[in-house]
């Protein structure tokens, strides 16, 4: 009979593998998906969330953009602001990533997080216009941590910004894209700026 701890690991480095070429694909500089579900696990044990969800989570932030590998397309990865077509056409990949999530075997739970990280607190978000808490508290604090991450990493279209800068971001857009009291609690579990080299 399998060990199902040998068994979990195995599974583990399979999503890690998976989470690096999401990365790659995107042009992070550093591991992006790992520090989302890093970042998103600290505000989750703020709430107290079961082990269980905050495994969960843990996977959705480390596959959230699965679906943009899987769209493939070339003006991911290009040096210049995306026409509206682009914009509109980025816009099918939460969808895209809930049905590759699927196939690959992940949970309901991930599948729908996946699906929901783009969605804002205002309800101007995609791809369901959900608002304020009809989105789970689990994806508001995905569409926290990756944003934040986000924000503080290079990318082929921008250089990051700094950690008083995404800060600062963080607070102009809480009640618009963000919780509040996510924002809240992301202030308060102390993380730590990205290191950068030279």
Partial sequence: MQDPGHARAVFEEKLL????KIDEFEGYSHAHGLRIAEIADLIAGT???ASHDRFILQQA????DIGEMAMDRDYIREVRPLTDVEILDMHRHPVIGEQQA???GF????QLLVRWHHEWWNGEGYPDRLAGEEIPLAARILRVADSYAAMTDNRPRRIART????RQAMIELAGIEFDPKVVHRFFNVGIQPLRRDG
């Fill in 102 to 104: 699927a196939k690959r």
């Fill in 107 to 110: 949970t309901r739970g991930v």
């Fill in 163 to 166: 950690d008083t800068e995404a």
């Fill in 17 to 20: 593998e998976l989470s690096n």
């Fill in 61 to 64: 932030a480390l596959v959230h």
């Fill in 47 to 49: 709430y107290g969330m």
